[in-house]
């Protein structure tokens, strides 16, 4: 081999030497970058994570505080420890009749009712991905309501007898609309606009039932259409407690695929969830609890409309709305009935200081709906 040769072939192994440490090199770059954005996304997670649970852990310490603040406050009030005597079940003069018999089952009620409210009103939006599929929108409380009116003004049946009605009622509508809607696919926007049409022929049932009630039974069907707290017994709040024991962890173990059908029911398939059988668990599950808080307590307004927005407000997008949205409506309901009884100068059942927070935030939500052209 002559030295021109030898000097090409050296030449050339280096070009080559160069050209791997430059591949090395490149390689080692895009690893180094994959790290860093994967040590980014753990990084935010975890930070999502310890947001999530802060808030929770600070809802649920407002609630605990305002439950105790309902059991202390009113035309009496009485010391912790006296309260925390009655409920451990220790005869306290006094306090054991009124914060034992009275103001014990109304506190407990509420919580009751806001997590029923804030759980069923979160996972309609979240699966239909839409913040006005409420049951207080889309008819399902306007069912119960119906019910429950007819029960009391026409049937004259007792409070039992009304509750099962009005269960039955919201469960029934739900189908309804469901059915209604369903045609091409279950759509957002659709099962609004059903759900409105069938509670609005569902309120005027309602007001035709009123226009012939007797003036007791008049009295006593607009007290539970207002949906009111007050004269709360522990046999009404018994079934929504084992409602919640027995629906909630239904929910909660679909939380994830709930999660998912948000991206789409095509999508949702591809990643293995089965979308219709999760839209049924849920729907179930979800009207089951408005059903029996409602059956309580009468269609509190807009708590469960109120609670998965504001959640999502304070917790974030990410992650499920379950939990948050409970606590959320647990506070909500709290709140309005201590404002009701003791805020205003007279005494409103919880649901027109509900219904008064509610209202504005309904018309305000429409409106930027509409400006960005509506939702599927």
Not at 51 to 74: D, H, K, Q, S
Not at 88 to 115: K, N, W, Y
Not at 306 to 316: E, T
Request: with cysteine; hydrophobic share 55%; charged share 15%.
């Amino acid at each position: 081999m002559s030295g021109a040769d030898v000097r090409s072939a050296r030449g050339a192994s280096s070009t080559a030497a160069g050209a791997d440490l430059d591949a090395g090199d490149t390689r080692g770059d895009r690893a180094a970058r994959i790290a860093s954005v994967a040590s980014d996304v753990a990084r935010g997670r975890a930070r999502r994570g310890r947001r999530r649970r802060a808030v929770i852990g600070l809802l649920a310490a407002a609630v605990l505080v305002v439950f105790v603040l309902t059991l202390m406050v009113g035309r009496t009030v009485y010391e912790p420890g006296e309260v925390l005597g009655v409920v451990l079940g220790q005869d306290v003069p006094g306090a054991s009749f009124t914060v034992g018999r009275l103001r014990l089952p109304r506190a407990v009620l509420a919580i009751a009712a806001g997590l029923c409210f804030g759980l069923g009103g979160v996972t309609f939006q979240t699966m239909l991905r839409n913040p006005l599929a409420s049951p207080d929108i889309i008819g399902i409380s306007s069912g119960a309501s119906a019910a429950a009116a007819f029960a009391i003004v026409t049937l004259s049946l007792d409070d039992a007898q009304v509750s099962a009605f009005a269960i039955a009622a919201g469960l029934a509508v739900a189908v309804l609309v469901w059915l209604l809607s369903k045609k091409g696919g279950v759509a957002g926007t659709r099962l609004v606009l059903v759900g409105i049409g069938v509670a609005a022929m569902l309120d005027s049932l309602t007001a035709y039932v009123l226009s012939g009630a007797a003036q007791w039974d008049l009295q006593e069907a607009l007290r539970w259409l207002t949906g009111s707290l007050n004269g709360t017994s522990w046999p009404q709040v018994v079934p929504v407690l084992v409602a919640l024991v027995v629906l909630t962890p239904v929910l909660l173990s679909r939380s994830r695929d709930l999660s998912v059908t948000q991206l789409g029911d095509d999508t949702a398939s591809a990643l293995g969830v089965r979308v219709d059988r999760t839209r049924l668990v849920v729907i179930l599950a979800a009207v089951g609890l408005i059903s029996f808080a409602t059956a309580a307590c009468g269609p509190i307004a807009f708590v469960a409309f109120l609670s998965g927005p504001i959640a999502a407000r304070i917790v974030g997008p990410h992650g499920s709305l379950l939990v948050p949205s409970a606590l959320v409506g647990a506070l909500l309901v709290l709140v309005a009935d201590v404002v009701g009884q003791f805020a205003l100068g007279t005494r409103f059942p919880v649901g027109v200081v509900t219904g008064v927070l509610g209202a504005p935030y309904l018309i305000w939500l429409i409106v930027r709906t509409d400006r960005a052209g509506g939702s599927s």
